[in-house]
């Protein structure tokens, strides 16, 4: 294994120069990409449909291509589930990588071309590694195995040569086999679609592995851990694996975990590296040892806009390439990508905290949401909830707020909700069960969180006397007309100012 160390580190540290232009030159390599990107998908349906054999400059793409979010290329990505092909994309894509649903749908189906698979998704992976390796150059990382935490893929129903799942799962199963040298646990075990197996079989099989490294969304990986400690009996992760270094992480903020890591693996003992990793694309990751912020890739099948905070919801928002933004300001990002997506609002929202080189931060999503734990409720999934719960219970609700509980000593992560009612609901059981069971109609990654009360436990659930939410708006100054409740907040800031207040209504 150090033989193979040695290589592959060599092979990382050749990649750097590439890293050093997205630092350098990341304006002409945006450029080229969209034109790459225009000149490939010419001749599909979508490029036909909006003349792209006409578009030379950046005013005419964006002139000629509308803004476009999920239920606008949804009638195109169901065609291409089913089979059809050269719509959005011209290379057979067979792949699509299952995400957290939008206003209509349960969940969404972003298409993975074999072009966004190699050189955005891989690459992105790829560019991780090589920065880790400049960041330090005396790494043993690839003397042992890198514990992966994926999720299952399986046939579409509309079509067995398609294949839908995680993202983590799409690219486990397409790893180059040499990779399972530095990959635990067993593909079998990696794929596998029931999670409490899941997790006890990939304990038993990495427990006597060399795992140097970790990868995968902190929540879930946290279980993992805890799994790994309780049947060991160790008192740390590093009493376990010795040689951990390196936990690669994405999908949620890690800050709200920091702490629950620090206290079974000693602080200061592994790096923890950001990385912005979605369905959608490898966008960012994080290129120095002590920053807060990632650096963008300019160079991996994704042209980016940026459309200012305060257009969005306007009828034709204003949008800007990368050469035209403004560090401090909160921008929702826009991306067309070697995989058919065209100027496609992912949601998110960053600030850039440098133009020379371009790096961001992650500031929140263009809607109120949860996403603490990877399940990404929004307010359409909420108010649905609500609504079924109050059919069933004859209730009217005034007012409502909600955010997560996260992992404490002693306590479970899960919902936290505070509802004010009109008319309350004539069963209290009934109407708390009813939200939970309707969020996990709507919203598969909730549904996957709350399996078994695996990650997710069962909502908390208050019934504030009436007034409690005017009061709280009085005591912040925001009684008016244009002031609003704040409906889902993704962390505890407004649930923990408004909770001290039910008593005191009483």
Not at 373 to 401: L, R
Request: a neutral charge.
């Amino acid at each position: 294994m150090k033989l193979f160390n040695a290589i592959l580190r060599k092979y990382l540290i050749n990649q750097l120069p590439d890293i050093d232009k997205y630092r350098k030159h990341a304006i002409p390599l945006q450029h080229k990409v969209r034109k790459q990107l225009i000149a490939k998908a010419s001749s599909t349906e979508f490029g036909k449909k909006y003349n792209f054999k006409d578009i030379k400059s950046y005013n005419d793409f964006k002139n000629s291509i509308p803004i476009h979010t999920y239920d606008d290329l949804k009638p195109y990505i169901d065609r291409m589930i089913e089979g059809q092909q050269n719509i959005l994309w011209p290379t057979h894509i067979k792949w699509f990588s299952k995400s957290s649903g939008t206003t209509n749908e349960r969940s969404k189906y972003i298409p993975v071309s074999p072009e966004s698979l190699k050189y955005c998704h891989i690459r992105g992976g790829r560019d991780v590694l090589a920065s880790y390796c400049s960041m330090f150059p005396e790494t043993s990382v690839f003397d042992g195995k890198g514990l992966i935490l994926g999720g299952s893929m399986r046939p579409a129903e509309q079509n067995s040569h398609a294949k839908y799942g995680d993202l983590s799962a799409i690219l486990i199963g397409n790893f180059p086999q040499w990779a399972d040298f530095i990959r635990t646990p067993s593909r079998e075990i990696a794929l596998m679609d029931e999670w409490e197996s899941k997790l006890e079989k990939m304990s038993e099989f990495t427990i006597p592995q060399n795992v140097t490294s970790l990868s995968g969304v902190p929540s879930w990986m946290l279980l993992l851990l805890k799994k790994v400690l309780a049947k060991t009996g160790k008192s740390n992760i590093k009493e376990v694996w010795p040689n951990l270094e390196l936990f690669m992480h994405g999908g949620v903020n890690f800050e709200p975990y920091r702490e629950q890591y620090e206290k079974i693996i000693p602080k200061g003992s592994i790096f923890y590296m950001q990385t912005y990793n979605a369905s959608e694309g490898f966008f960012a990751f994080q290129d120095g040892p002590d920053r807060k912020d990632m650096l963008l890739l300019p160079d991996n099948g994704i042209f980016y806009e940026f459309i200012p905070l305060d257009q969005i919801g306007a009828e034709h928002p204003q949008s800007f390439p990368l050469e035209a933004v403004k560090t401090g300001l909160n921008y929702a990002i826009v991306i067309s990508t070697n995989a058919g997506l065209w100027r496609y609002i992912i949601g998110d929202t960053v600030q850039f905290t440098s133009l020379h080189p371009h790096r961001i931060m992650i500031t929140g999503r263009t809607t109120s949401f949860i996403n603490a734990f990877g399940e990404e409720i929004i307010i359409e999934n909420a108010e649905k909830a609500i609504a079924f719960a109050c059919k069933q219970t004859e209730a009217v609700v005034a007012e409502y707020t909600a955010a997560p509980i996260y992992f404490s000593n002693g306590n479970s992560a899960a919902h936290e909700w505070i509802f004010e009612f009109q008319q309350q609901p004539n069963d209290w059981a009934h109407f708390c069960e009813s939200i939970d069971q309707e969020l996990k109609k709507v919203n598969s990654d909730y549904e996957a969180k709350r399996y078994h009360d695996l990650l997710l436990q069962f909502p908390i659930i208050h019934n504030a006397p009436q007034g409690t939410f005017m009061n709280w708006l009085k005591l912040k100054g925001k009684l008016g007309g244009q002031h609003k409740i704040p409906r889902l907040a993704n962390n505890r800031k407004i649930i923990d100012e408004i909770l001290p207040l039910l008593n005191a209504t009483s």
